[in-house]
């Protein structure tokens, strides 16, 4: 098992010439974290976490891993290690050869190199595809060889890039569990950037969330999801009803609205969207100000008083239901 470090990113900053892709970020992942970074396409997930490897150079602040300012190290020197978005392979090399690279690189002896690839292959259930080359993989199989790729060097810090992007919807699933199973049992931290809050919801014990080169919010799944502070948080994460009343801006989550009859809630709407969705309806209702307003209702509830597009309903909920948002 490899030593645990706290990860520290300090005022972290990228730069492409005039564009600032990461501004100024700073973080503490504790030691053995499972880490989502989070947020849409663009906003700087995968720039922070290059400079975290060392496959990107710092323009400003600085990268400190157990107490040791690893900034401008190299890869190889820092305790990091990257799984790429696409898991780029070797296809001319068996997939024992290429678990072993890195260590041939590095200069081990072929025995211990070949050892070591083996009990990776083990920790990833792939032993028995060793003599394979890629292309006799499946998906699955692939980003399992991938990981123990990454593992070999028993980084302390695994970088996880998209892992799953490239999966099908049920193999994403299966595999996003086998990643977290294997986290708990390396007891290292995992940092793994996603555009999809569900994936992150499912796997980070923390997540952070980017938008335009910042972090708009960190903190543990239930937090975020719950609690979101800005307008976009709440977007992103999805199941918020974003409202902007007399009273302020606020967030509501969609299974927390309540559809009353018109005038008897806290405000009126009419029916917009009715989604059956198999276990809720979600019905979408317009508010005052051409806002649109999703309640999420278990569906046997629905269909005992089922409503109709067009028909004005009234919407009520909680006030602790309600979180008041920065912007
Ligand atoms: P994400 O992973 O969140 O999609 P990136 O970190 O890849 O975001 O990109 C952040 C910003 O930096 C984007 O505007 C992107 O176009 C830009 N960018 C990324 N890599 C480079 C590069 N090598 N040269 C110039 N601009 C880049
Ligand atoms: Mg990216």
Redesign the pocket.
């Known amino acids: 098992m490899s030593m645990q470090s706290d990860l520290e990113l300090v005022s972290l900053t990228k730069r492409?010439g005039d564009?600032l892709?990461v501004d100024a970020i700073s973080h503490h992942f504790k030691a053995g974290v499972y880490a989502c970074l989070l947020?849409p396409?663009?906003?700087?997930?995968?720039?922070t976490l290059r400079m975290i490897a060392g496959h990107e150079s710092v323009s400003d602040g600085s990268i400190v891993l157990g107490g040791r300012d690893v900034s401008h190290l190299p890869p190889a020197k820092r305790g990091t290690a990257m799984m790429f978005q696409s898991y780029a392979l070797f296809p001319h090399l068996s997939v024992r050869d290429n678990v072993a690279f890195s260590l041939r690189m590095a200069g081990v002896d072929k025995a211990t190199r070949l050892k070591r690839a083996d009990e990776m292959l083990a920790l990833v259930e792939m032993q028995k595809y060793a003599d394979r080359k890629p292309d006799q993989l499946s998906g699955g199989q692939q980003q399992r060889v991938a990981l123990a790729r990454a593992l070999i060097t028993r980084p302390q810090v695994l970088l996880l890039d998209e892992p799953l992007s490239a999966l099908d919807p049920f193999l994403r699933i299966r595999m996003r569990s086998e990643l977290k199973k294997l986290q708990r049992e390396l007891g290292i931290s995992f940092i793994h950037?996603t555009h999809g809050q569900d994936e992150a919801l499912a796997l980070a014990d923390e997540i952070i969330v980017m938008n335009n080169a910042v972090i708009e919010q960190s903190g543990p799944a239930r937090e975020v999801f719950n609690a979101p502070r800005t307008a976009f948080v709440a977007r992103f994460m999805g199941g918020h009803n974003v409202l902007d009343l007399p009273q302020g801006k606020f967030a509501l989550r969609s299974d927390e609205m309540v559809v009353t009859p018109a005038a008897a809630g806290k405000i009126d709407g009419r029916v917009s969207g009715i989604e059956y969705q198999g276990t809720h309806v979600a019905l979408t209702a317009t508010v005052a100000g051409e806002q649109d307003v999703t309640a999420l209702i278990p569906e046997a509830q629905f269909f005992e008083t089922p409503r109709d597009l067009g028909e004005v309903i009234g919407l009520g909920w909680d006030e602790r239901a309600a979180h008041p948002l920065a912007s």
Not at 41 to 47: L, P
Request: charge should be positive; glycine fraction near 24%.
């Open positions: 492409y564009a892709a947020g396409s663009g906003c700087g997930k995968s720039s950037v």
